[in-house]
Nanobody
């Protein structure tokens, strides 16, 4: 099993940027597809972005495409989510996820979850 720890959340104004990080334990990080999900109050947990085993193999929810970028650094066992042009609608708890199965913007299977980090975008 892999342990995931997110960081980088906070309070920003609309139009601002944040970079979330997810640090993974273990020696098999490169074997995992990774993703970011978010959950707003009273809402379900929705996929934001996924990355498989290459930085070229990524997918995004339509609501964030062009604004968010997911990347991974296998040497550091870390996945990132660069969030630009933030909107109040982006306010949510953001969760890191890992799976040994391929990921698409439709979702992920057999997921290990991080604890979440709060992102709040004010208007």
């Amino acid at each position: 099993q892999v342990q995931l720890v997110e960081s980088g959340g906070g309070l920003v104004q609309a139009g601002g940027s944040l970079r979330l990080s997810c640090a993974a334990s273990g020696r098999s990080f490169s074997s995992y597809a990774m993703g970011w999900f978010r959950q707003a109050p009273g809402k379900g947990r929705d996929i934001v972005a996924v990355i498989n085993w290459s930085d070229d193999d990524t997918d995004y929810a339509d609501s964030v495409k062009g604004r968010f970028t997911i990347s991974r650094d296998n040497a550091k066992n870390t996945v990132y989510l660069q969030m630009n042009s933030l909107k109040p609608e982006d306010t949510a708890v953001y969760y890191c996820a890992a799976s040994l199965s391929p990921a698409t913007k439709r979702g992920m299977r057999n997921v290990y979850w991080g604890q979440g980090t709060q992102v709040t975008v004010s208007s």
